[in-house]
T-cell receptor
Framework: KAGVTQTPRYLIKTRGQQVTLSCSPI?????VSWYQQTPGQGLQFLFE???????NKGNFPGRFSGRQFSNSRSEMNVSTLELGDSALYLC????????????FGPGTRLLVL | KNEVEQSPQNLTAQEGEFITINCSYS?????LHWLQQHPGGGIVSLFM???GKKKHGRLIATINIQEKHSSLHITASHPRDSAVYIC???????????FGKGTLLTVNP
């Protein structure tokens, strides 16, 4: 089976712009979670989707949003980018979302100038 | 206080040494994950535990639910074990992982 894929892998944006990141989970996995990783804060939970429904959202401003499609692919969007949004954005998939192993994608590295 | 505390933050060892990384948490959990992250970003799941002990090759993970503590052990460490090891607790019904800050392990030949 192919692993979790994320596109794009690298992205440079300027303040005020918006960005959309994509995540394709492992085939058959219906739960997709998104995480932000920065040197200062480490890994932080953004949101989790299952069967197109957001089941939980982390403590991030409303500029961060996401969605999941019927084929389980997920996108996250950040509007009005700030310098502090520069980070590695990781998605992870698992079959149901119950406590089980998560499989991580390679991440999208976003730099905001 | 963070919900998930790891120690040590940094660890340097000589090849062949026995390594222990500790994780303490303060919230109720359904499971605990140990993750490995190599330079460049890729994260690999090593273990998921809800009780007892698991072993995979030279890696052993244990968890004590009553004490809210888990340990990751590496026997006969090797330079290729050099990575960041991250503990994460799974809240279960909230579908959320909460992470420790990670332990940077460097194994010298």
């Amino acid at each position: 089976k192919a692993g979790v894929t994320q596109t794009p892998r690298y992205l440079i944006k300027t303040r005020g712009q918006q960005v959309t990141l994509s995540c394709s989970p492992i085939s058959g996995h219906r739960s997709v979670s998104w995480y932000q990783q920065t040197p200062g804060q480490g890994l932080q939970f953004l949101f989790e989707y299952f069967s197109e429904t957001q089941r939980n959202k982390g403590n991030f401003p409303g500029r961060f949003s996401g969605r999941q499609f019927s084929n389980s692919r997920s996108e996250m969007n950040v509007s009005t980018l700030e310098l502090g949004d520069s980070a590695l954005y990781l998605c992870a998939s698992r079959q149901t979302g119950a406590p089980e192993t998560q499989y991580f994608g390679p991440g999208t590295r976003l730099l905001v100038l | 206080k963070n919900e998930v505390e790891q120690s040590p933050q940094n660890l340097t060892a000589q090849e062949g040494e026995f390594i222990t990384i500790n994780c303490s948490y303060s919230v109720g959990i359904s499971a605990l994950h140990w993750l490995q992250q190599h330079p460049g970003g890729g994260i690999v799941s090593l273990f998921m535990l809800s009780s007892g002990k698991k072993k995979h090759g030279r890696l052993i993970a244990t968890i004590n639910i009553q004490e809210k503590h888990s340990s990751l052990h590496i026997t006969a460490s090797h330079p290729r074990d050099s990575a960041v090891y991250i503990c994460a607790v799974d809240g279960g019904s909230n579908y959320k992982l909460t992470f420790g800050k990670g332990t940077l392990l460097t194994v010298n030949p």
